[in-house]
């Protein structure tokens, strides 16, 4: 089993015809994704790589049946299409564009609490169920399936530490990369509660980085809620206060959201939280065999 993406995942790609858009949608296809259409308003008709472009999402939904959407559609323009996406029917948005303003998220995110639909990012790699499905810019051959669940605010430390589980011969049940902007349409709990109710997930390795104060949610979270056990890792020990590194929303302000602080919320609350990705690796392994 996996979380979100399986082998029932039918994918529209907004932006297909963009560069980017287009080489992603064809690797999606590649590695085995139901990618049954494309979106670039004005140009239905066309195809990219065998896949029919519609001019609409909705135009497309109805066509194809797609029940997934990845937005790969520049900034100005992205929020536009995460709500045309919603606004179809889709069961899941994956929004890859960086740069979004805050501002705008937090209405697409009012309007996704109304909706009962989930958005994956925005900026951020995507989400694999390995062997099943992916959807996103993930480097694929970095995961192997299997039955740990993986969610991260960082795609390169993600694809790090899915391939030091490798090297130790464990692999994935599904990887998510939730984004590293101040507002995200998923959060470390959605992921957590989803986790926890996949009885193909043995454990769960959590992701995190300064900034904010998810990962101290989460933490209370674990405490009151997961039998499934969790594997933490914080990065950004070394982040001066005020310097934003990396992740717009990977900023301390004052004494909040540090690593430090992070790592001895979850440690509290009985979560192993690991020094570097390979020594996240041996704890997942100390404890899954």
């Keep these: ?26 690797r999606n296809k590649a590695y085995g994704t139901h990618v049954v259409a494309g979106v670039t308003p004005g140009k239905q008709g066309q195809d990219v790589d065998g896949i029919p472009v519609f001019n ?41 564009t960086e740069g979004i303003p805050a501002h705008d998220m937090m209405r697409a995110y009012t309007h996704l609490k109304r909706s009962g639909q989930r958005l994956v990012g925005p900026n951020c790699p995507g989400i694999i169920s390995p062997g099943k499905a992916t959807v996103g810019i993930m480097p694929t051959q970095v995961f192997q399936p299997g039955r740990v669940g993986l969610v991260s605010r960082s795609g390169t430390l993600t694809y790090q530490i899915s391939k030091e589980l490798e090297l130790v011969g464990i692999g994935q049940s599904t990887v998510v990369g939730i984004g590293g902007d101040p507002v995200v ?16 997930t043995d454990l769960v390795v959590m992701v995190g980085e300064i900034g904010g104060n998810e990962e101290e949610k989460a933490a209370e979270y674990i405490a009151a809620n997961m039998k499934t056990p969790v594997v933490g890792y914080i990065a950004g020990f070394q982040a001066p206060p005020g310097k934003q590194m990396g992740h717009a929303g990977a900023i301390i302000t004052g004494s909040s959201g540090t ?27 100390e404890r899954v065999g």
């Excluded at 690593?259 to 392994?285: H, I, M, R, S, Y």
């Design 56 to 96: 609409t999402v909705r135009d497309a939904v109805d066509e194809t049946g797609a029940n997934t959407a990845m937005v790969f559609v520049p900034p100005r323009f992205a929020t536009d299409a995460v709500y045309e996406a919603l606004d179809s029917g889709v069961d899941l948005v994956v929004c890859i």
């Design 185 to 200: 349409g998923t959060s470390f709990i959605d992921c957590l509660e989803a986790f926890e109710a996949d009885p193909d």
């Design 1 to 26: 089993m996996s979380i979100w993406v399986d082998e029932n995942t039918k994918l529209v790609v907004q932006g297909i015809t963009g560069r980017e858009g287009a080489f992603h949608a064809g």
């Design 259 to 285: 690593a430090q602080a992070k790592k001895e919320a979850l440690e509290a609350k009985g979560v192993a939280v690991g020094t570097n990705p390979t020594e996240v690796a041996q704890l997942v392994k």
